[in-house]
């Protein structure tokens, strides 16, 4: 009886490591020309060295990114490790990869729903949810692009009202 032949295994290789491989040297030599300009006292060649780190920086931003998401990891859990909100991590870096759905799609327990709407027709009642002016400064739904746009709209108009709704109050940390 004839053996088939086995197909070796793969391995695996991921984004990371692909940049490792292709750049490592590169980045090196760059901050160390980015060293013995700054010696020299020559800025602008310190400049373009620091310039070319930062744009490897983010590519390797990217493919940490694409291997977290190919390793099954959420935007919530990017945005955690990212130090953004999951939407925000969403609309970075939606073009990873393929077929990526939304935050508010893979955790609906946890998405936040934004309303606007005039100020002298808006209700003011507590089922209504939490004003967004009442969220700090420091609270994530300040960086969500959903937010930021509710707040250019308010600005331009001068009567736009948000609002996070009352389902997801709790999850906010906002009082009624």
């Known amino acids: 009886m004839r053996k088939t032949p086995t197909m070796p295994k793969a391995l695996p290789v991921t984004h990371t490591d692909d940049l490792h491989q292709r750049a490592g040297a590169t980045l090196g030599g760059a901050l160390e020309r980015a060293a013995a300009a700054v010696a020299a006292s020559d800025f602008t060649r310190a400049a373009t060295a620091a310039q070319q780190l930062a744009q490897y920086a983010q590519h390797l931003q990217t493919a940490v990114v694409r291997d977290a998401l190919a390793a099954g990891a959420d935007w919530w859990q990017l945005g955690e490790h990212l130090g953004l909100h999951p939407q925000a991590a969403y609309e970075q870096h939606r073009g990873a990869a393929e077929g990526l759905r939304p935050p508010a799609q893979q955790r609906p327990q946890l998405a936040v729903v934004c309303t606007a709407g005039l100020l002298a027709e808006h209700?003011?009642?507590?089922?209504?949810?939490?004003?967004?002016?009442?969220?700090?400064?420091?609270?994530?739904?300040?960086?969500?692009?959903?937010?930021?746009?509710l707040r250019a709209a308010a600005e331009l108009l001068d009567e736009v009202h948000g609002r996070v709704m009352p389902e997801t109050r709790d999850a906010v940390g906002g009082a009624p």
Request: hydrophobic share 30%.
């Open 123 to 149: 209700d003011q009642v507590a089922e209504h949810g939490v004003d967004l002016d009442d969220l700090g400064d420091d609270h994530s739904l300040t960086q969500d692009p959903t937010v930021a746009r």
